[in-house]
């Protein structure tokens, strides 16, 4: 897992509601072999226009936007399909922060996982983020620390946030998730033990 | 007395290996479904670390969504640019690490939330997970089911283990009884009409009531797919006769003295009398009437009556601002009834709507009809068993006789891999997703039942099937 202590950075407002995470990355752009290269995908249909040039009018294709690492988003972003592209492209484009009212919830876990603190907030207080970053033309940083648990407003107002204390931990001191659950193994054994005998057919399909 | 359980917490808790505080638990996860798209990643990056599967016993393997599926399709066969070495991953990964793999020409390939139930891979009180937000869809046999990452995905392949935290829990109550002519999908659209598109976050939902439990495990299925479109994670319905009658004697099921045992073990499942929900919802069948979504979410729907709403009538701004792109997006007037909205293309097919049930309800529809001049009509079966069974029953002849194209089995146009076959086109779909882009470029979607579906492609344009039958 990819280490997140603090961030400071621009922010980018996307206020809309239900942002889904084909719009983040269409399936078209997960078809491959590799991650390489899936943050060109990100937002694709919104970011280009149907001849394939860029529209200005999409934030992240206007300075300073383009090098935000902090997405100020509504809603239920990331909702709809698991794929674990949404938060790569992301991450690949250099975002580090999502910060939302609420989140889709596999989207959600897959954030973490790639080096992504999805934070919620009220929508009242990402408004006030979004207000203060538009009237510094996007020069207002955002501060956002996993430590402290707290996001500093361009104009200096601190508001706190939780992330799960699993990620927070892991991400903190950038762990191995599998290598920290293999090393659960006499609790997993001693579960599955207990468990097979209880629930046969749950370890063997089929069983007769 | 023990605390009355709801069917969740029951399941939940004889799954918790460990406690990790704040709500977080490492749970035993019982089944795992690998497709050939996020389960390619996962075997690919298991590889990469070096480390091998923990439970390979546990694991199926399977292709549906890069697939292609029209007639005579060959093993590498693909729309995807990258799709035949997505495929070669996929069969690679199972082959090298010993994994079950319900390929092409496999008598059990299909959609994986089609096929699960209908193996009996998956059976209630199970925890199963699948890189596929529709894992939800499995919730239906009264399984606790759900979509998880492709990261996540390598986790349990290395652990058979995975860290979730606990969500709350909803109940919704569909009491009455469902009027003739209204199936589960529109039970399903008329909820997330009423919760929005964002009503289910932080739940795991159990879907209950006279009208749920009446409804055939297909039905329950169809049901609990789109509980992600209200984005809960986890949609289920308990298990009951219905559900233990269903799973008898599949392939993987437990048979003899340990079906005795799973049937005794299922029964004590169900929620208890007095167990408490976080949030409950009732609904009333009898008011509920075919529905057709008019925009680019689940929640905007409306019934075959009605029409596409006015935005100008929403006081936030934020609800109004998506309406506007909606209709912008879908090209479409407020005020225009939906019924009658002309089509180009009718598909039945998807996770959600390709089962027997669904294209018997369809072919009774077609029999002795034709797809209206101009409208393409596609039928995609959610596996190959139900079109082996469809075809047994000649169900494939009336659809193709109707003017419909039958294919082999697969995801095929529920999503955009690289098909451009329904760009700019307006499409009336059996599936759960009418999101920009979804089925291609500028792809307008209607999502509908079977029937609806099937009614609209012989009237050229959104149809209420209840008229046609009639």
Known sequence: MEQFVRVSGIAAPLLRINVDTDQIIPARFLVRVSDEGIGEGLFADWRRRPDGTPDPAFILNRQPYDRAEILLADRNFGCGSSREGAPVALRQSGFRVVIAPSFGGIFFNNCFRNGIVPVEMPIEQIRMIATQVEETQGQGRVTVDLRTQTVIAPGGEVIAFRAPSLFREMLLEGQDEVGLTLSREPQITAFRSRDAARRPWAYRPGIA | ?470
Request: glycine share 10%.
């Open chain 2, 1 to 470: 007395m023990a605390m009355p359980r709801t069917f969740f917490e029951k399941v939940w808790a004889d799954h918790v290996i460990a406690d990790l505080g704040e709500g977080n638990h490492l749970l035993q996860i019982d089944r795992l479904f690998l497709h050939d798209m996020s389960g390619s990643v996962a075997l690919r990056q298991l590889e990469k670390s070096g480390r091998l599967p923990a439970q390979p016993d546990l694991v199926f393997t399977i292709v549906d969504h890069v697939i292609a599926t029209e007639p005579g399709r060959g093993p590498e066969q693909s729309h995807a640019k990258s799709g035949a070495a997505m495929l070669r991953a996929a069969r690679h990964g199972a082959a090298k690490f010993g994994l079950r793999i319900f390929d092409v020409d496999d008598p059990r390939q299909g959609i994986v939330h089609v096929v699960a139930p209908e193996t009996g891979a998956a059976l209630p009180g199970l925890t199963l997970v699948c890189g596929d937000s529709h894992t939800c869809t499995i919730g239906g046999i009264g399984a606790l089911t759900w979509g998880v990452g492709s990261t996540e995905g390598e986790h349990v392949l290395a652990t058979q283990t995975l860290a979730q935290t606990k969500p709350k829990a909803m109940r919704i109550n569909f009491d009455g009884t469902l009027p003739a002519g209204v199936h589960a999908k529109d039970m399903i659209l008329h909820l997330i009409g009423k919760v929005g598109a964002n009503g289910g976050i932080g739940y795991a939902v159990e879907f209950a009531g006279s009208a749920v439990r009446a409804l055939p495990v297909e039905g329950r299925l169809t049901m609990c797919n789109m509980a992600i479109e209200f984005s809960a994670k986890y949609g289920f319905v308990p298990p009951d006769d219905t559900t233990i009658d269903y799973l008898h004697g599949r392939e993987f099921s437990p048979k003899g003295k340990a079906w005795d045992q799973a049937v005794a073990y299922w029964r004590s499942l169900p929620s208890d009398p007095d167990a408490a929900f976080d949030r409950e919802e009732t609904i009333d069948c009898a008011q509920i009437r075919p529905h057709v979504t008019w925009g680019t979410s689940p929640q905007q729907v409306v019934a075959i009556d009605g029409m596409v709403p006015d935005p100008s009538t929403v006081t936030d701004p934020g609800a109004r601002g998506l309406m506007e792109r909606a209709l912008d997006y879908v090209r479409l007037t407020p005020g225009t009834p939906i019924a009658g909205v002309p089509i180009d293309v009718a598909y039945i097919g998807s996770c959600t709507n390709a089962r027997l049930s669904d294209l018997r309800v369809a072919a009774a529809i077609l029999k002795g009809r034709k797809v209206a001049p101009g409208v393409e009509a596609i039928c995609v079966p959610g596996s190959t068993a139900v079109k082996v069974a469809a075809e047994a029953e000649g169900i494939d002849r009336i659809f193709r006789e109707a003017g419909f194209e039958w294919h082999e089995s697969g995801c095929a146009m529920c999503g955009h891999m690289g098909n451009d076959r329904l760009a700019d086109r307006r499409v009336v779909s059996t599936t759960n997703r009418n999101f920009e882009g979804r089925q291609g470029p500028r792809t307008r979607t209607h999502l509908a039942s079977p029937a609806t579906v099937a009614a609209s492609a012989v009237a050229g344009a959104i149809a209420d099937a209840r008229r046609l039958a009639s």
